[in-house]
């Protein structure tokens, strides 16, 4: 007895050490989120070095045109130099080029996360990315056919992008309760990095051998990445081969409580009632539209306002990211701890990641405008801006896992169309700002954010909760 005691407490300490399994299967979508958001952030860096900038001003905006910069100059000295092409392309039509990958992609997640409750999101996601790999590599040869080419080509490669919003749900049979905060943001901190690799690198690849290389290199290792995917996931432990029993045991003994079920039906009138579902989605929309606008326009912003080359730009970009991509894994050991320790509740762990994710990135972006005479100051703005928004992963972005585990797949569908339809349209708002005031247009964008998404914080913060619902946990069903 003795000696089964000694080896039940070795397995289980083994179980929480961060060479387990479900730590590996963290890294996995971590580099999964991470080639994702490579594909994603490619033409964000890619497009200061396609437009040219010469003609970028409209006449309604003629007064404010200044004599071309040493940066634009050299910009437009390198992709002669490498014959790489450039397109006149207003801020409108930029706008919607960077906003084309959300247009279609608000569609489909409600019925790939209802298919990815019933058959799992394992096979989705891997397609997912293999299809959005070789669209990418397809990205300059459209571009060269017209705008409207590349725009439909993005809209159909965001749709393929959208599997990869459901890997939160291979955490409802792989995350232990008070490990949950911990394994998501580490998973979730390779979209950061993915976009701290990708503009760092394509600065550099824009100023040197042209941007179409950036679309080349990252779907090519898309391309290759995508098939160690499917011997590496699996979505449920008990399916995993090498899993040892403790961890098994461990994993399932600590979600015997949750109450999950990949049933066909689903409560959708008390869905449709439920404030802290809403309020979830109301914090998801709102945090995204700033986001999305930061993710969208950093190179274009430091390239633009603070009057750098292609290769600094990209440089300065990617710095940000970097940071949120450790703070983010940061925050959610510390929000972990606090659970663990029972210092905080959990709802009280989620609302105060949440504020601090929103109102500092908040009052960070209004302050822009005036500090941008200080390269400095702008870039520790820009880099605080993405240390504090990574908290909300701990916070917001993870609820929905607390409220109804059962059902975390078509929700999680539900979060993706808020993600997508914040995501098509602040991007957009953006290109029209810029193109009619290019003086204050900034300015009024961050103003204008800044107001979404402190109202999106305060509605979670009244009506938001962390336990689950009587909905998700009762049988009686509204059959779709």
Same mark, same amino acid.
């Given at each position: 007895?003795?000696?089964?005691?000694?080896?039940?407490?070795?397995?289980?300490?083994?179980?929480?050490?961060?060479?387990?399994?479900?730590?590996?299967?963290?890294?996995?979508?971590?580099?999964?989120?991470?080639?994702?958001?490579?594909?994603?952030?490619?033409?964000?860096?890619?497009?200061?070095?396609?437009?040219?900038?010469?003609?970028?001003?409209?006449?309604?905006?003629?007064?404010?045109?200044?004599?071309?910069?040493?940066?634009?100059?050299?910009?437009?000295?390198?992709?002669?130099?490498?014959?790489?092409?450039?397109?006149?392309?207003?801020?409108?039509?930029?706008?919607?080029?960077?906003?084309?990958?959300?247009?279609?992609?608000?569609?489909?997640?409600?019925?790939?996360?209802?298919?990815?409750?019933?058959?799992?999101?394992?096979?989705?996601?891997?397609?997912?990315?293999?299809?959005?790999?070789?669209?990418?590599?397809?990205?300059?040869?459209?571009?060269?056919?017209?705008?409207?080419?590349?725009?439909?080509?993005?809209?159909?490669?965001?749709?393929?992008?959208?599997?990869?919003?459901?890997?939160?749900?291979?955490?409802?049979?792989?995350?232990?309760?008070?490990?949950?905060?911990?394994?998501?943001?580490?998973?979730?901190?390779?979209?950061?990095?993915?976009?701290?690799?990708?503009?760092?690198?394509?600065?550099?690849?824009?100023?040197?051998?042209?941007?179409?290389?950036?679309?080349?290199?990252?779907?090519?290792?898309?391309?290759?990445?995508?098939?160690?995917?499917?011997?590496?996931?699996?979505?449920?432990?008990?399916?995993?081969?090498?899993?040892?029993?403790?961890?098994?045991?461990?994993?399932?003994?600590?979600?015997?409580?949750?109450?999950?079920?990949?049933?066909?039906?689903?409560?959708?009138?008390?869905?449709?009632?439920?404030?802290?579902?809403?309020?979830?989605?109301?914090?998801?929309?709102?945090?995204?539209?700033?986001?999305?606008?930061?993710?969208?326009?950093?190179? @274009?912003?430091?390239?633009?306002? $603070? %009057? &750098?080359?292609?290769?600094? !730009? +990209?440089?300065? *970009?990617?710095?940000?990211?970097?940071?949120?991509?450790?703070?983010?894994?940061?925050?959610?050991?510390?929000?972990?701890?606090?659970?663990?320790?029972?210092?905080?509740?959990?709802?009280?762990?989620?609302?105060?990641?949440?504020?601090?994710?929103?109102?500092?990135?908040?009052?960070?972006?209004?302050?822009?405008?005036?500090?941008?005479?200080?390269?400095?100051?702008?870039?520790?703005?820009?880099?605080?801006?993405?240390?504090?928004?990574?908290?909300?992963?701990?916070?917001?972005?993870?609820?929905?896992?607390?409220?109804?585990?059962?059902?975390? @797949?078509?929700?999680?569908?539900? $979060? %993706? &169309?808020?993600?997508?339809? !914040? +995501?098509?349209? *602040?991007?957009?708002?953006?290109?029209?700002?810029?193109?009619?005031?290019?003086?204050?247009?900034?300015?009024?964008?961050?103003?204008?954010?800044?107001?979404?998404?402190?109202?999106?914080?305060?509605?979670?913060?009244?009506?938001?909760?962390?336990?689950?619902?009587?909905?998700?946990?009762?049988?009686?069903?509204?059959?779709?």
């Amino acid at each position: 007895m003795p000696v089964n005691k000694i080896t039940q407490e070795n397995e289980i300490h083994v179980a929480n050490c961060f060479c387990s399994v479900r730590h590996g299967l963290a890294f996995t979508l971590y580099i999964c989120n991470f080639l994702i958001y490579t594909q994603k952030m490619s033409m964000s860096i890619a497009i200061p070095a396609m437009v040219n900038n010469t003609v970028l001003s409209s006449p309604a905006n003629a007064s404010t045109e200044r004599p071309p910069t040493d940066s634009q100059d050299n910009q437009n000295e390198t992709s002669k130099e490498f014959k790489a092409p450039m397109y006149d392309w207003s801020p409108e039509i930029q706008g919607i080029i960077l906003s084309s990958l959300n247009y279609g992609s608000f569609l489909a997640p409600i019925p790939i996360g209802y298919v990815a409750g019933i058959f799992g999101a394992k096979y989705l996601v891997g397609v997912g990315l293999f299809i959005s790999s070789v669209l990418t590599l397809f990205i300059p040869l459209v571009t060269d056919a017209g705008a409207t080419f590349l725009i439909v080509l993005q809209i159909v490669q965001g749709i393929f992008q959208v599997p990869r919003g459901f890997l939160y749900s291979i955490w409802v049979k792989w995350a232990p309760p008070q490990e949950r905060s911990q394994l998501i943001s580490i998973a979730m901190s390779g979209s950061v990095l993915g976009s701290f690799i990708i503009l760092l690198v394509g600065g550099f690849l824009c100023q040197t051998v042209g941007w179409p290389y950036i679309f080349y290199i990252f779907g090519g290792i898309g391309c290759a990445c995508s098939f160690l995917w499917f011997p590496l996931v699996y979505d449920d432990p008990a399916n995993h081969p090498f899993i040892s029993t403790g961890e098994r045991e461990y994993i399932v003994c600590s979600l015997a409580q949750q109450d999950y079920s990949s049933d066909l039906s689903l409560p959708i009138k008390a869905m449709i009632k439920s404030l802290p579902l809403w309020s979830i989605l109301v914090s998801y929309f709102s945090e995204f539209w700033l986001f999305n606008i930061f993710v969208a326009y950093i190179p @274009t912003y430091i390239n633009s306002v $603070l %009057q &750098v080359n292609l290769r600094d !730009s +990209g440089i300065l *970009s990617a710095l940000p990211f970097l940071v949120g991509s450790i703070c983010m894994i940061l925050g959610g050991l510390l929000a972990d701890f606090l659970l663990s320790r029972k210092i905080l509740r959990l709802v009280t762990i989620r609302k105060l990641f949440t504020a601090m994710g929103v109102i500092f990135p908040s009052v960070l972006c209004v302050s822009l405008p005036w500090v941008s005479s200080s390269h400095i100051t702008t870039m520790a703005f820009l880099v605080l801006f993405t240390a504090f928004s990574s908290l909300s992963e701990a916070g917001s972005f993870v609820n929905i896992l607390d409220i109804a585990p059962r059902y975390v @797949t078509f929700l999680r569908g539900l $979060l %993706q &169309v808020s993600y997508h339809i !914040s +995501g098509a349209i *602040s991007p957009t708002v953006t290109g029209i700002f810029l193109s009619q005031d290019s003086e204050f247009g900034w300015r009024n964008i961050f103003l204008l954010s800044a107001a979404i998404n402190t109202s999106g914080l305060v509605f979670y913060l009244i009506f938001g909760q962390a336990e689950v619902q009587e909905w998700a946990k009762e049988q009686t069903i509204t059959h779709l």
